[in-house]
């Protein structure tokens, strides 16, 4: 299976601020791989696919980078609606594996 | 307007059994592959199981922690998805999501439904 290592595992940032998300498979995945973002008792959401692809609708200050075993999301400047949970996951071989999560808190 | 909307979920006895059902809307139904994604109360995202499209046979795959228990189903006649879980057992309790597979754009999801709740207890 491939382990999808994600950082921080929390997140207390400004709004305002620039955060970064890593995450890092154990082995090579190409770029297959999504960003979600999860509100507290909603559905995940879709940010970014294909590592780097900007979901339809999403505001541009997300963006996400990398290829093969490290990636990152990126925010530009944190909003109050961004404050959630994001995770990665591999869609590159099965099982299917995600990330831990990253809990983005309001400092 | 794309819409998944999950029900069956409750409250089991381990042991027992359960039939999760998915209602798609909006879109073709058949031309995409359906997984299901579940989450434990304050855990993370995991993966459960896929169905293939018809093209591919209505082939399907799962979690190691599922497989030979669970069983994912679809109908295209019907536009719904399915997920038949045996033998339960506590640490399948969790948030159950079906998500739609998005074949254009490295098979990731780009919708899910609301959730439907599923708690194994005695």
């Known amino acids: 299976d491939i382990q999808m290592t994600q950082s921080p595992s929390s997140l207390s940032a400004s709004v305002g601020d620039r955060v970064t998300i890593i995450c890092r498979a154990s082995q090579g995945i190409g770029n297959d791989l999504g960003w979600y973002q999860q509100k507290p008792g909603k559905a995940p959401k879709r940010l970014i696919y294909a590592a780097s692809s900007l979901q339809s609708g999403v505001p541009s200050r997300f963006s996400g980078s990398g290829s093969g075993t490290e990636f990152t999301l990126t925010i530009s400047s944190l909003q109050p609606e961004d404050f959630a949970t994001y995770y990665c996951l591999q869609h590159n071989s099965y099982p299917i594996t995600s990330g831990q999560g990253t809990r983005l808190e309001i400092k | 307007e794309v819409q998944l909307v999950e029900s069956g979920g409750g409250l089991v006895q381990p042991g027992g059994s359960l039939r999760l059902s998915c209602a798609a809307s909006?879109?073709?139904?058949?031309?995409?592959?359906m997984d299901w994604v579940r989450q434990a109360p304050g855990k993370g995202l995991e993966w459960v199981g896929r169905?293939?499209?018809?093209?591919?046979?209505?082939?399907?795959e799962y979690a190691a922690s599922v497989k030979g228990r669970f069983t994912v189903s679809r109908d295209d006649s019907k536009k719904s998805l399915y997920l038949q879980m045996n033998s339960l057992k506590t640490e399948d309790t969790a948030v159950y999501y079906c998500?739609?597979?998005?074949?254009?754009?490295?098979?990731?999801?780009?919708?899910w439904g609301q959730g439907t709740p599923v708690t194994v207890s005695s």
């Open positions: 998500a739609r597979v998005d074949g254009d754009n490295k098979f990731t999801y780009d919708y």
């Open positions: 169905t293939r499209n018809k093209a591919k046979s209505y082939t399907t």
């Open positions: 909006g879109f073709t139904f058949s031309d995409h592959y």
